[in-house]
T-cell receptor, first 112, second 114 residues
Framework: LAKTTQPISMDSYEGQEVNITCSHN???????ITWYQQFPSQGPRFIIQ???TKVTNEVASLFIPADRKSSTLSLPRVSLSDTAVYYC?????????????FGTGTRLLVSP | NAGVTQTPKFRILKIGQSMTLQCAQD?????MYWYRQDPGMGLKLIYY???????DKGEVPNGYNVSRSTTEDFPLRLELAAPSQTSVYFC?????????????FGEGSRLTVL
């Protein structure tokens, strides 16, 4: 059963780079790793997804080591508006039948 | 683009009452999910569906039922409401899994059981 572990909370300041690591020791061969951002009173929003090595888009980078047992979401130069809860998500189940279970998430607080 | 639409947005129920939370998506997605989120907590998967006529239990299915008669709709039924079901309910959909598995969420339905 794939399960994720993340730090409960992190603090940062505007302009800093933030790295949030997620542990997923039981990740299956066919599972992708996806990160979501959630603001209060809203549904989660997709940030980035990857399978291995490094993925980068306009808002974040995702680093996945060769063993895929962990992943790191990197947010460059955070701003106050990046204060949110960040969830790491991996698929769960047999090939083509994915039960997507969220972990506890990391609450990021960005201060001026 | 409507995306994922949930109704109602807010509802207060008395203990023992029943209700259905509606969820509809217009993206022709195969996969649909129901999550609940208690205050200050993460999301818990209630039920999910990989296509019309196919549903399966998630982490916390007790007290809920679902059906998937069409690709677009995935209603969640609460039969005998209990205070423990006070939560925000999110419906989500995705085209598939793996690289196509981005979840699109609705705005949520806030349910209070008194």
């Amino acid at each position: 059963l794939a399960k994720t572990t993340q730090p409960i909370s992190m603090d940062s300041y505007e302009g800093q780079e933030v790295n949030i690591t997620c542990s997923h020791n039981n990740i299956a061969t066919n599972d992708y790793i996806t990160w979501y951002q959630q603001f209060p009173s809203q549904g989660p929003r997709f940030i980035i997804q990857g399978y291995k090595t490094k993925v980068t888009n306009e808002v974040a980078s995702l680093f996945i080591p060769a063993d895929r047992k962990s992943s790191t979401l990197s947010l460059p130069r955070v701003s106050l508006s990046d204060t949110a809860v960040y969830y790491c998500l991996v698929g769960e189940g047999n090939t083509g039948f994915q039960k997507l279970v969220f972990g506890t998430g990391t609450r990021l607080l960005v201060s001026p | 683009n409507a995306g994922v639409t949930q109704t109602p947005k807010f509802r207060i129920l008395k203990i023992g009452q029943s209700m259905t939370l509606q969820c509809a998506q217009d993206m022709n997605h195969n996969y649909m999910y129901w999550y609940r989120q208690d205050p200050g907590m993460g999301l818990k998967l209630i039920y999910y569906s990989v296509g019309a006529g196919i549903t399966d239990k998630g982490e916390v299915p007790n007290g809920y039922n679902v059906s998937r008669s069409t690709t677009e709709d995935f209603p969640l039924r609460l039969e005998l409401a209990a205070p423990s079901q006070t939560s925000v309910y999110f419906c989500a959909s995705s085209y598939g899994t793996g690289v196509t598995g981005e979840l699109f969420f609705g705005e949520g339905s806030r349910l209070t059981v008194l």
